[in-house]
């Protein structure tokens, strides 16, 4: 069974969640001193959206929902486009 418009489309919402974290982070003015928190806002607020249907679609490796993932960590950790503060 393919879903691949089902996945672009969480992906996309996915992806506005990630826009959230990041101005949140924008606002804390970076003074965060837990360095899991934005990890625990992924899994709060962007995995339950990429994993909406996996009970249907998800025996299946899906690699735009890894590719959410991978570029959120990058974010975190500071590797591709620097954080504004």
Not at 46 to 52: C, R, T
Request: hydrophobic residues 40%.
């Amino acid at each position: 069974m393919k879903c691949g418009k089902a996945k672009r489309n969480l992906r996309n919402k996915a992806k506005k969640a990630i826009d959230l974290i990041k101005l949140f982070e924008n606002n804390d003015t970076c003074n965060n001193t837990d360095p899991g928190l934005p990890f625990f806002l992924f899994d709060s607020m962007v995995a339950p959206i990429l994993l909406y249907g996996a009970e249907i679609w998800g025996g299946e490796y899906c690699e735009v929902i890894e590719r959410v993932h991978a570029q959120f960590c990058k974010y975190v950790i500071n590797i591709g486009s620097p954080r504004t503060c």
